[in-house]
C-alpha cells in the first residue's frame, strides 16, 4: 500500500509540476487506490466533468455526484438518479444530526421536503419534519440521554396559501389530524390517542364498481364478465354488472374509491384475484381455458 501511495504522491505533484510550467497536465489516472481521500474544495463525478446537466445549471440539477465543503459558503452533495443504499446484517439507518452553535438544542434537526421548480426556485410542496417537544412539556433539566422526546410533522402546502398547514402531527403514542391554521405550527398536540380537528370522521364504503368494458376478443366463444372490488381489509363490494364479449377478453376499468383490488368474475364464477394493477385505468386479459 505504501508503494501505491508514493505512487500517487509522485504522479499528482508531476501534474502539479506540469501546470507551473505551463505544460498540459494528463487528462486522466486510470485508476488510484488511496487509504483516505481528504477533498477540501470540490468532488465531482461527471462523465462530462460538468458539475451541472447542461441546461439545468439553475436548476442546480447534477451531472452524477457533486459535493462541496464550506469553503465560500453552504456545503452539501447533490446527486443524479437513485441513490440506493445498501448493507449487509446491518439495519437501514439514516439520521439528521443538527446543533446550534451556541450547543444548544437544535429543535427541529432536519427535514425531508419534496420540491417543484417553480418562479425561479425550488418551492415546497409537501414536508415530512422531525421535532422534539417544547421545554413548556419536557423542560430542559429533564431532557437526558434516556428521555429525548420527540414527534413527526406532517405538512402540505394548499392553494392560495404562501405558508405550510400542519395536516398531522404524531408523537408520544397520540395523533392529531386536521387542520387549525397556517404557518408550521397550527395544529393542536394530541392529548389523546387519535385527535380529530376542524372536521368530522366519515366512513364511506366502497361502491360497486361499474361493468369493466371489452377492449377486444379472440370470438371464441361469448362470455361474460364483472367486476368484485375488494378493500385493503379484505372487504368485498357487490358484483357489478356484466359486460358481454364474443370470446375471451381484454377488459378495462377504472379505479374504484378506496379499492386495493379486484376479482374478475366470468360466467358468474370467480376467476383470478384479487388483482393488485397499479395506475387509475386497468387493464386485464383473459387467458385462462374456458
Known sequence: ???RLVTVALSVTATFGLMQAGREPPKRFEQIEVDRLIVRKE???SDTGQTWEQGFEAQQIPRGIYARSLWDGPGGLWVRSRLIKGEIDDPFDDRFHA???DGSRRGSPGHISWNVWLDGAWRQMAIIQGEGLEHSEVPL???SGL????RIRFQTFRPGHGEPLTDAIIGQGMMSLGGGGY???GLPYPSEVLQLWG???RQSEIPTPAAPAVVNDDGSGEHQYALIAVGVQGRRTAVSRTTKAKGLAKLRWDSVN????YVIVRDGKELAGPLRIEGSHKEWTDKAVP
Open 1 to 3: 500500500m505504501m508503494d
Open 43 to 45: 468532488l465531482i463525478v
Open 99 to 101: 446543533l446550534e452553535k
Open 141 to 143: 433539566k429533564e431532557w
Open 147 to 150: 428521555t429525548h422526546p420527540g
Open 183 to 185: 404557518g408550521g405550527g
Open 199 to 201: 372536521g368530522e370522521l
Open 258 to 261: 378506496g379499492a386495493d383490488a
